[in-house]
């Protein structure tokens, strides 16, 4: 097998892809053959020393892919040799060949494209999760998404139009919004170009938006609090500008509002039934056709380091995936 090997956590250009010998999954285990990757911000994060979880050197990074199991250990009895998965494990996804323990791949029905699958659970739980759980988002409220062209925002624009909500969308570029714009968002707000606060108070009649999902922070989060609506929920997703913002207090005492903290990793840890329920109604949801993945390209595996550079650049629009086709 082949995968990309971090030795040391100093960037992407540290990254080498190697040649390693295929491992036997052990009791419990699968071995899944890749066939499809999606970069996610946080393996942007990871491959630098900068993400909250430090995988013992070396690994594979690779947060989420999908496949089909080659090989069984003992005691593994839910999943057989040719079946389709999916799996988000934090690393192991970018090379030809991953083991994973059996309990936490996701069997997919084959008709399940897996360039979709690879691209969809991540995404599509951390937004399902923030508006329909921590900010219980109701049908004909209005919804804020920033960063709405990225990974997360795209599925948290799709989720809300699937709960019957009205989409602001908002992002850098004009090019950005029309992707946006083609997902279903209902307005758009260029924020490179747009003052955010003029922005929405047209859009919304003064009134602010209900729920502002929010995966960027930094400069944005203080404006976007600030227009918020009485009684609005502030989903707290990520920091992909970097910043941590810190806000007065006394803008939720003035809104009634709420800043809720979204993190889809420990409530799918915590709370396995609730997030398997989860699961199952997002992938209903799919079949029927309301979400699926925005692509903005699939590449071959060994083209990780442009991947890589096309992220670091904000330049993704919705998700970028990494194929196998050899495999
Ligand atoms: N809480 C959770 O459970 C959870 C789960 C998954 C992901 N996340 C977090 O959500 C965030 C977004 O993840 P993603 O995979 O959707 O990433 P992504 O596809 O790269 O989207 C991030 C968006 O942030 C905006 N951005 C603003 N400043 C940026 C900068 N300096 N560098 C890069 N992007 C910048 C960009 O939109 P514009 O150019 O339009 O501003 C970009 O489209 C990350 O912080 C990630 O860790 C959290």
């Given at each position: 097998m082949h995968a990309w090997i971090c030795d040391n956590p100093v960037?992407?250009?540290?990254?080498?892809w190697k040649e390693i010998p295929t491992p036997q999954p052990q009791a419990g285990e699968v071995r899944v053959r890749i066939k499809a990757a999606s970069l996610n911000f946080p393996d942007l994060l990871i491959v630098q020393n900068k993400y909250q979880f430090k995988p013992p050197l070396p690994f594979v990074p690779g947060s989420e892919y999908a496949g089909v199991v080659e090989a069984v250990g003992d005691g593994v009895r839910h999943l057989q040799v040719g079946q389709h998965v999916a799996c988000v494990l934090g690393?192991?996804?970018?090379?030809?060949?991953?083991?994973a323990p059996a309990a936490l791949c996701m069997p997919l029905p084959?008709?399940?494209?897996?360039?979709?699958a690879a691209a969809f659970v991540l995404t599509y739980a951390t937004s399902h999760h923030a508006l329909v759980d921590r900010a219980q988002l109701k049908a004909g409220e209005t919804l804020l998404v920033l960063g709405a062209a990225g990974?997360?925002?795209?599925?948290?624009?799709?989720i809300a139009k699937a709960l019957g909500a009205r989409v602001i969308a908002a992002a850098s570029s004009d090019e950005k919004c029309a992707v946006c714009q083609s997902i279903g968002a209902d307005a758009t707000i260029n924020y490179s170009r747009d003052n955010l606060r003029e922005s929405l108070?047209?859009?919304t009649e003064g009134k602010g938006p209900d729920v502002i999902y929010d995966p960027v922070g930094g400069d944005l989060a203080e404006p976007a609090f600030r227009s918020i609506a009485w009684r609005g929920r502030y989903l707290v997703v990520g920091f992909a500008a970097?910043?941590?913002?810190?806000?007065?207090?006394?803008l939720m005492l003035l809104k009634g509002a709420s800043l809720v903290g979204v993190f889809w990793g420990d409530f799918a840890k915590r709370e396995p039934k609730n997030n398997a329920a989860m699961m199952q109604e997002l992938a209903q949801w799919y079949a029927q056709g309301k979400v699926k993945p925005v692509l903005d390209r699939v590449v071959p595996m060994a083209d990780l380091k442009e991947?890589?550079?096309?992220?670091?650049?904000?330049?993704?629009?919705?998700?970028l995936v990494l194929s196998n086709p050899g495999t």
């Open positions: 960037g992407v250009d540290a990254l080498t690393t192991g996804g970018f090379g030809t060949h991953a083991i084959e008709s399940f494209p897996l360039e979709d990974g997360v925002g795209t599925s948290a624009i799709q108070k047209t859009l970097g910043p941590i913002p810190a806000l007065p207090w006394n991947a890589y550079a096309y992220m670091g650049s904000r330049s993704v629009k919705g998700k």
